[in-house]
């Protein structure tokens, strides 16, 4: 069973700054998601990531298989970015992968 | 972009009585979830399904639980008899194969009174 964990559970920062969120997992994994979950609760999918580095705008998505560990960094905040992020990792089942989640991590981007 | 759908976004219902859950999934996608979260705890996987079949289910999906997809386009969740402790916001998701990204629902909050 993989077990996923994220740090820092809380994050508060100014506007501006750079923002790193950290995800490790314990079983070896093919590819691994980043989630943002806004406060009225919807999910979406960031980035699915296997090995390296992505690039979305202003979010960045890296990981080391090695390792067992991803991070996400976020740069030049804004309050707009504030929401839970979540790491979640891949059970490969018959017919299927599920998903399981890290407990997320709160950022709050102040002006 | 296209979107998983789900409706109603928020059910308040009695203790005892069912609910069904429904969601669009995105049409060319070929594997279906639910998640479900209760206040201020993880994401939790509840049971996929793909051709027409359970293909996980997770111990909390006991058999007050059960799922469909009785068109083609809707995939449905229904709770036969909704305790106190099935409230959550309840997650669609779908992937267009076994690996694949997925595309989550805005979730449908549960409230169990």
């Known amino acids: 069973k993989n077990e996923v964990e994220q740090s820092p559970q809380n994050l508060t920062a100014q506007e501006g700054e750079f923002i790193t969120i950290n995800c490790s997992y314990s079983?070896?994994?093919?590819?691994l998601h980043w989630l943002q979950q806004h406060p009225g609760g919807g999910i979406v999918s960031l980035f699915m990531?296997?090995?390296g580095k992505k690039k979305h705008g202003r979010l960045i998505a890296t990981i080391n298989i090695q390792e067992k560990h991803s991070s996400l960094h976020i740069t030049a905040s804004h309050p707009r970015d504030s929401a839970v992020y979540i790491c979640a990792v891949p059970s490969l089942i018959q017919g299927a992968q599920k998903l399981v989640f890290g407990q997320g991590t709160r950022l709050t981007i102040n002006p | 972009e296209p979107e998983v759908t789900q409706t109603p976004s928020h059910q308040v219902t009695q203790m005892g009585q069912e609910v069904i859950l429904r969601c669009v999934p995105i049409s060319n996608h070929l594997y279906f979830y639910w998640y479900r979260q209760i206040l201020g705890q993880k994401v939790e996987f509840l049971v996929s399904?793909?051709?027409?079949?359970?293909?996980?289910k997770s111990e909390i999906f006991d058999d007050q639980f059960s799922v469909e997809r009785p068109d083609g386009s809707n995939f449905t969740l229904k709770i036969r008899s909704t305790k106190l402790e099935d409230s959550a916001m309840y997650f669609c998701?779908?992937?267009?194969?076994?690996?694949?990204?997925?595309?989550f629902g805005s979730g449908t909050r549960l409230t169990v009174v």
């Open positions: 998701a779908s992937s267009p194969d076994r690996v694949g990204g997925y595309t």
């Open positions: 079983v070896g994994i093919s590819a």
């Open positions: 990531l296997s090995s």
């Open positions: 399904f793909y051709n027409n079949e359970i293909s996980e």
